[in-house]
T-cell receptor
C-alpha cells in the first residue's frame, strides 16, 4: 500500500474560523511533510516531521500549526487565515533520508473567504 | 545552495513521437534526483529516481531518465508519447546531507496532441 490519505478534500473557511487538515499513511514512513501549492506552481515546503518531531519549519506564519500525534498521522491546524492562504495543501511521507522518494496525498483544496 | 531548473514551461509533442522534458540541477555533494507527474487537482505521483549506479533510470508508465553528471542534467524521456501523458511534470533534487528536503523545479506542462 503506497497510499497517503488526506481529509477533507475541500475546505472553505472564513478568516476567523479554526479548522484542521488531516493526513494518514500506513507505509511505515517516519518522515511526514506539509506542502502548500498554488496553481501551476511547484509545491512549497512548509513543515517536515522526522520520527514524530518537527525537524524543518520553513518560516511558516503561526496561523499554521502542525501536529504529529503518532507515526501514521499528521495534522495541520488552521486559525485566522488570510485569503492568500487559499491553495492546495499536500501531505507527503517517506522513509527518513535524502535518497527516498516522497509519496504524496491527493491534497486538500482550501479556500479562505 | 541547491536548485533545480526546468527551462521549458511547456512542451508540445504529437502522440507516438518521443518526448523529452529537461531538468538541470545544482547541489553540493552527491545529488538524489526525482521526477514527479501531477494531473489536475491531484497530488504528485512519483515516476522515477536516480541515486547511484546506471545513468539510465527506468520508471513507471514507460518513462526513463538519463543522469549526466558533467552536464548536471536529468532529462525525462519516453520513446512514444500518449495523450494521457499530458500533465505537469516536476523535477526535484535532494542532497545526501540535507535529509528529506526536496528542491523542486518550476514545472513543465506536457501537451500531447492526438
Amino acid at each position: 500500500d503506497t497510499e497517503v490519505t488526506q481529509t477533507p478534500k475541500h475546505l472553505v473557511m472564513g478568516m476567523t474560523n479554526k479548522k484542521s487538515l488531516k493526513c494518514e499513511q500506513h507505509m511505515g514512513h517516519r518522515a511526514m511533510y506539509w506542502y502548500k501549492q498554488k496553481a501551476k506552481k511547484p509545491p512549497e515546503l512548509m513543515f517536515v516531521y522526522s520520527y514524530e518531531k518537527l525537524s524543518i519549519n520553513e518560516s511558516v506564519p503561526s496561523r499554521f500549526s502542525p501536529e504529529c500525534p503518532n507515526s501514521s498521522l499528521l495534522n495541520l491546524h488552521l486559525h485566522a487565515l488570510q485569503p492568500e492562504d487559499s491553495a492546495l495543501y499536500l501531505c507527503a511521507s517517506s522513509h527518513v533520508g535524502g535518497s527516498y522518494e516522497q509519496y504524496f496525498g491527493p491534497g486538500t483544496r482550501l479556500t479562505v473567504t | 545552495a541547491q536548485s533545480v531548473a526546468q527551462p521549458e514551461d511547456q512542451v508540445n509533442v504529437a502522440e507516438g513521437n518521443p518526448l523529452t522534458v529537461k531538468c538541470t540541477y545544482s547541489v553540493s555533494g552527491n545529488p538524489y534526483l526525482f521526477w514527479y507527474v501531477q494531473y489536475p487537482n491531484r497530488g504528485l505521483q512519483f515516476l522515477l529516481k536516480y541515486i547511484t549506479g546506471d545513468n539510465l533510470v527506468k520508471g513507471s508508465y514507460g518513462f526513463e531518465a538519463e543522469f549526466n553528471k558533467s552536464q548536471t542534467s536529468f532529462h525525462l524521456k519516453k520513446p512514444s508519447a500518449l495523450v494521457s501523458d499530458s500533465a505537469l511534470y516536476f523535477c526535484a533534487v535532494s542532497a545526501e546531507y540535507n535529509f528529506n528536503k526536496f528542491y523542486f523545479g518550476s514545472g513543465t506542462k506536457l501537451n500531447v496532441k492526438p
